[in-house]
C-alpha cells in the first residue's frame, strides 16, 4: 500500500541510524570549538535588498529605509520550477546590512566571509571599498577590524552583478550556457571573531601551498598513518608571541589517538608557518562505505598555556592513488570495482541556487541511498556544506574550476581562472571526499600552455601524496594529467592509443540526445510525463539495446576505466535551451523517477548500518492505472525475485544469472501479467483489497524487502509530508525543507492521474517561499504530488501547514494538515530587530493566512465526507443496476 512516496518508505527502514542523527557544518573552513577564543557569528538575516542600479548605495548615509528586506542565501528572486531559457534576472543588485556590534567583540580581530556572491562583487563597509571579487563561487574574505564604528549603527553594502561578461570565468553568455547563472549573495555570511594571535584564512592569506591549516598525508596502511600537519598563525599585535600550537586527534567516539604540541614565536605584526606530523596506529581509514571521521582540536595556547585561538576540523584519514593500467587504489588496495555516480549542479526548485546547508546535506543523503559513491561538482566548486557532507556520508568529490566551453584569449581571462584554481584547492584540500582535482575548463579548446599551467597549480598548492588532476583526453594539453576522461567507446576504438599509465573515467554518461538543438533524448524525462517515459530512462541509464555508456557497459571495463558519473543527478535549469534538462534520477524538488530506484538496486544488499546507501531493495515501476502497461518492470539487488498479481493470482519469480557479466541488477522485467479488466472485474464484486502487485525479494531463500502497489482509488483526501531526511529545521531565518502534498483515495494509495491544484496556508513560525506569480502556491499536482519550500522564521516554534485544493466543493477531496516545529539556530545571529520585523522572517498568525481552517471547520469537513460517502453508495448502485 504507497501512502508516501516510495523513498520515504526506504528511509523510514533505516530510521533508528538516521532519525537522531543531524548534521554539523563547518564555517569559513572550520569547526567551532568551545573555550577558543574563536566566536562565529551568522550575518545571513535582515539585509535591506535592491534589484537594478542604486546610485550612492555604497554611503552608509544612503536612504534605504523602502527597499525589501531578505535573508541569506538570497538569490534575487523565486522562480517557476520550469525556469529555463535565461527568464532569471540578469543585472546590478544591491545588499545593505545594519547592524549594531556588540560590545564584547571590541579588541577582537573580525573578518567576514561571504562563501560566495554571484558574478562580479564589491564590499563596502561603513562607505569604505574593503574588497572588489570576480567569480560567483569563492569566498570573498575580508578584515573588517577597523571599519567599524563601536558608538553607533554600522553599513555592509554589497553591490554585485550576474550579467554576462567574458572576462572572468565562466565568461560564456547565458544564453548560450547549458546551466543558469543565478545571482545574489546566494551563499552564507559569516563573522569570524577571535583574538590578535590567531590561525589565518588560506583564502584570505593568499599563500601558495599556505594558510590556515594544512592536513595532508604521507605513508598509509591499516597499521599505520602519517597524518601531516602545516598551520600558519599570525600575530596582529605589536608585541611578540611565545606560545605553542597544540594538536588532540580524537576518533569519532572521542577516545584520542594522537597529541603533541610545537613551541612557536610569533613576531610582531608578522606570520609564521609550523610543520608536524602525528602518526596513528592502526588508523580507521576513510572509504565510501567507512566514512570515519577523527576530528582533529588545534589549538594555540600563550606561554602560560591560556588558550587564545583554535578551532577543529575532521579529518578522514586515506590515500587515493591512479595506477594506470591497474586502476584506482584506496589506501594501498585496488578498488575493485567500478566507482559509479553522478555529476551535480547547485540549483534547487524556486530559490535557484539559494540552497540551505540542510538542504546540500540531503542531496548528498539521497544520492547516497542510491547507492552513489563519487559526485562531480559540475562546472563550479559548491557550496562549504555539500563537501561537508560527502565527507560524512561516504561520497567521493570531483572538484570543478568554473568554467564551459569557452575562452578568452585576453590575459586577465586566464590568471582569473589561475586565480580560482588556487583558491578552490586551499578551501578544499582537507576534505577526504576530494579523489580528483579538474582544473582545465570544461569542454574548452583552450591553449595547450594553460592546461599544463592548471596542473603545476594544483601540485604546487598541494605538493603532498594523494593529489591528482584530470583532462578530457581529446583535449589540448591533456599529456600532462595522469588521469584522461574518456568513454569506453573510445577506449575501444581501433585507431586509439591506450596510455598503459593512464587512468581512464567516464566524467558524464547517459544523455543521449536527437541533436545539440532539439535535446530530445530518451534520458530526458520529466517526473510528471508518467510510467512509460520513466521506465524508459531508467532502461537507458540501465542496459539500453543500442551501444551507448550505460550503468552495464561500466560494469564490464577493465581496470584501467575505474567509473563514470552520469549526467545528471536532478533536473536543472538551462540557459539556452527553453527546457530544463530532464535528465536527472529526481525532479527540481528531489522527488524520485523510477530510475531513482533503478539505481537503488546496484547498492549493496547487504544492510550497513553504517552505510546510509546500503541494503536489500525491492521497486516495483508500475501504478495499476487503467493506462498501464501489461508488462510489470521491477528493480531489485536481491538474489530472486517473486511477483504475485492480486490475492488468488498467479506467482511469477525471477532469479538472477550470477554468472552474467556487468551490472549485478539489470532491469526486471515480468511479461503480460497486469490487466485492467481484472482489476474491474473484482472491483464490481466488491473485492478491491484482492487487487495488487507484490513483489518479494530474496536473499539465500529468505525475504529480505516488500514492495506492494494497489490501484489508486476514488480521491477522497490530501496527504503531506516533510522531506527534510531526519534533520531539523533551524530557526535562522534561511534553513527550509520540502513540504509534499498528495492526492489520495481512503487507504492513502497516492492517485498519480489528476490535474489538480492546491492551495497552501501556513501558521506560526514559519512562510512559504514564492507565491502564484511563480506557481509556487497554489501548486500544480503533477503525477500525484505538489511540493513546496517551507522556510523558517528567527524564533523557534511551531509550524502548521494546511492544503487544500484550489477549488473546494462538497465531493473534492478533503484538506490534510502537518505540523512542524522548528529548533533552535546552530549559531548567534546578527540582525537589526526593526529589520526583521519588516520581513516574512517574523512569525505568521491565523489572521494572515485567510485560508487556514479552525479545528471545528475541519471536523465539519470531516463529516460532511463521510455523510457523503454514504450519499454515494446509492449513487454506485443505481449505476450498478443500469450498467453493463
Known amino acids: 500500500m504507497r501512502k508516501l512516496e516510495m523513498y520515504l518508505i526506504f528511509w523510514l527502514m533505516a530510521l533508528p541510524l538516521w532519525a537522531a542523527h543531524q548534521p554539523e557544518f563547518s564555517t569559513a573552513g572550520f569547526f567551532r570549538l568551545e573555550d577558543s577564543g574563536r566566536e562565529v557569528y551568522s550575518m545571513n538575516p535582515a539585509w535591506r535588498f535592491h534589484k537594478g542600479a542604486a546610485d550612492g548605495a555604497d554611503a552608509k548615509e544612503f536612504n534605504d529605509k523602502d527597499w525589501t528586506v531578505v535573508s541569506l542565501p538570497n ?45 562580479k562583487s564589491k564590499v563596502f563597509v561603513n562607505g569604505k571599498l574593503l574588497t572588489e ?33 567574458p572576462s572572468y570565468p565562466p565568461g560564456k553568455a547565458q544564453d ?9 549573495i546566494y551563499r552564507d555570511c559569516w563573522l569570524i ?34 597524518v601531516q600537519l602545516k598551520i600558519q598563525v599570525r600575530n596582529a599585535t605589536k608585541k611578540s608571541f611565545t606560545g605553542v600550537v597544540e594538536y588532540t586527534l580524537l576518533q569519532p567516539d572521542g577516545t584520542q589517538v594522537a597529541y603533541l604540541n610545537d613551541k612557536i614565536q610569533v613576531k610582531g605584526g608578522k606570520a609564521i608557518t609550523s610543520s608536524d606530523k602525528l602518526l596513528v596506529k592502526q588508523p580507521m581509514l576513510w572509504t565510501p562505505s567507512t566514512p570515519t571521521l577523527y576530528n582533529l582540536l588545534v589549538r594555540i595556547l600563550d606561554k602560560d598555556g591560556n588558550v587564545v585561538d583554535g578551532y577543529r576540523r575532521r579529518v578522514g584519514i586515506r590515500s587515493i592513488e591512479f595506477k594506470g593500467k591497474d586502476g584506482f587504489w584506496l589506501n ?47 562546472h563550479c566548486p559548491q557550496d562549504p556544506a555539500f563537501m561537508d557532507a560527502c565527507d560524512e556520508l561516504g561520497l567521493f568529490v570531483i572538484v570543478n574550476t568554473p568554467g564551459w566551453q569557452f575562452w578568452n584569449d585576453a ?14 584547492v586551499r578551501r578544499d584540500r582537507n576534505h577526504p571526499c576530494v579523489w580528483l582535482w579538474e582544473p582545465i575548463l570544461n569542454e574548452t579548446w583552450y591553449p595547450a600552455d594553460f592546461a599544463k599551467n592548471t596542473r603545476d597549480i594544483v601540485d604546487a598548492e598541494y605538493p603532498y601524496p594523494y593529489c591528482y588532476s584530470g583532462s578530457d583526453s581529446e583535449a589540448r594539453g591533456h599529456e600532462n594529467f595522469p588521469v584522461y576522461f574518456a568513454h569506453p567507446a573510445n577506449m575501444q576504438d581501433a585507431s586509439k592509443e591506450i596510455d598503459p599509465t593512464k587512468t581512464y573515467f567516464t566524467r558524464e554518461w547517459g544523455d543521449n540526445v536527437d541533436d545539440w538543438s532539439s535535446h530530445n533524448s530518451p534520458s530526458r524525462v520529466a517526473r510528471n510525463w508518467g510510467e512509460q517515459p520513466m521506465r524508459v530512462q531508467a532502461e537507458h541509464y540501465a542496459s539500453p539495446s543500442y551501444p551507448v555508456t550505460s550503468y552495464d557497459v561500466l560494469y564490464q571495463q ?30 527540481v524538488f528531489r522527488q524520485p523517477k523510477y530510475s531513482y530506484y533503478m539505481f537503488m538496486a546496484q547498492r549493496p544488499a547487504v544492510k550497513n548500518d553504517q552505510l546510509a546507501g546500503s541494503g536489500p531493495m525491492v521497486y516495483i515501476a508500475h501504478e495499476m492505472t487503467p493506462f498501464s502497461g501489461k508488462d510489470v518492470t521491477v528493480y531489485s539487488n536481491c538474489d530472486e525475485v517473486r511477483l504475485t498479481f492480486n490475492k488468488d493470482g498467479k506467482t511469477y519469480t525471477y532469479k538472477k544469472d550470477k554468472n552474467r557479466q556487468g551490472m549485478p541488477s539489470p532491469v526486471i522485467t515480468f511479461p503480460d501479467v497486469y490487466d485492467f479488466m481484472v482489476d474491474k472485474a473484482l472491483s464490481r464484486a466488491r473485492k478491491q483489497d484482492d487487487v495488487y502487485l507484490l513483489a518479494e525479494g530474496l536473499i539465500d531463500g529468505k525475504v529480505v524487502a516488500t514492495h506492494k502497489v494497489v490501484p489508486a482509488r476514488r480521491p477522497e483526501k490530501i496527504l503531506l509530508w516533510v522531506d527534510n531526511e531526519g534533520t531539523e529545521l533551524k530557526a535562522d531565518g534561511s534553513d527550509f525543507v520540502t513540504v509534499v502534498a498528495a492526492v489520495a483515495d481512503k487507504q492513502g494509495n497516492i492517485k498519480r492521474l489528476n490535474n489538480y491544484n492546491i492551495r497552501f496556508s501556513i501558521e506560526g513560525e514559519g512562510r512559504i517561499l514564492g507565491g502564484p506569480d511563480v506557481l509556487a ?64 522572517m517574523s512569525s505568521v498568525s491565523a489572521g494572515q493566512s485567510a485560508t487556514s481552517k479552525t479545528d471545528a471547520e475541519r471536523e465539519v469537513e470531516r463529516l460532511r465526507k463521510e455523510l457523503n460517502t454514504l450519499k454515494l453508495k446509492e449513487v454506485e448502485r443505481q449505476q450498478s443496476d443500469f450498467g453493463e
Request: net charge negative; proline share 6%; with cysteine.
Open 75 to 119: 538569490g534575487i528572486e523565486y522562480l517557476p520550477t520550469e525556469a529555463s531559457g535565461c527568464i532569471n534576472y540578469q543585472g546590478e543588485v544591491w545588499y545593505r546590512k545594519h547592524f549594531t556590534p556588540d560590545a564584547s567583540l571590541k579588541g577582537k580581530k573580525l573578518f567576514l566571509h561571504f562563501e560566495a556572491i554571484m558574478g
Open 133 to 165: 571579487h570576480f567569480g560567483g563561487y569563492l569566498p570573498v574574505v575580508l578584515d573588517v577590524t577597523d571599519a567599524l564604528d563601536w558608538n553607533g549603527d554600522n553599513v555592509i553594502a554589497v553591490w554585485a552583478d550576474n550579467s554576462d561578461d
Open 176 to 184: 548560450v550556457l547549458d546551466y543558469t547563472y543565478f545571482g545574489g
Open 193 to 226: 571573531a577571535h583574538n590578535n594571535v590567531f590561525i589565518t584564512d588560506p583564502n584570505y592569506e593568499n599563500e601558495i601551498a599556505g594558510g590556515g591549516l594544512f592536513v595532508s598525508f604521507g605513508k598509509v596502511s591499516d597499521a599505520l598513518a602519517e
Open 332 to 378: 594501498g588496495k585496488p578498488y575493485g570495482k567500478p566507482l559509479i555516480g553522478a555529476n551535480r549542479h547547485q540549483d534547487f526548485a524556486v530559490v535557484g541556487n539559494a540552497v540551505a546547508n540542510s538542504i546540500h546535506w540531503r542531496d548528498a543523503k539521497k544520492l547516497k541511498e542510491v547507492g552513489m559513491e563519487i559526485i562531480r561538482n559540475a
Open 411 to 424: 590575459p586577465e581571462f586566464a590568471e582569473r581562472v589561475y586565480s580560482d584554481i588556487r583558491n578552490v
Open 558 to 587: 577493465q581496470p584501467q576505466h575505474v567509473g563514470g558519473c552520469l549526467w545528471h543527478s536532478f533536473d536543472h535549469q538551462r540557459g539556452y535551451h527553453p527546457d530544463p534538462f530532464y535528465g536527472g534520477l529526481m525532479d
Open 777 to 840: 502556491n497554489p501548486a500544480p499536482v503533477k503525477w500525484g504530488t505538489a511540493p513546496i519550500l517551507v522556510q523558517s522564521t528567527l524564533k523557534p516554534g511551531k509550524i502548521r501547514i494546511t492544503a487544500s485544493v484550489l477549488f473546494e466543493g462538497s465531493q473534492m477531496p478533503v484538506s490534510g494538515e502537518l505540523v512542524l516545529e522548528s529548533k533552535p539556530a546552530a549559531f548567534p545571529l546578527v540582525y537589526n530587530t526593526e529589520d526583521a520585523s519588516r520581513t516574512s
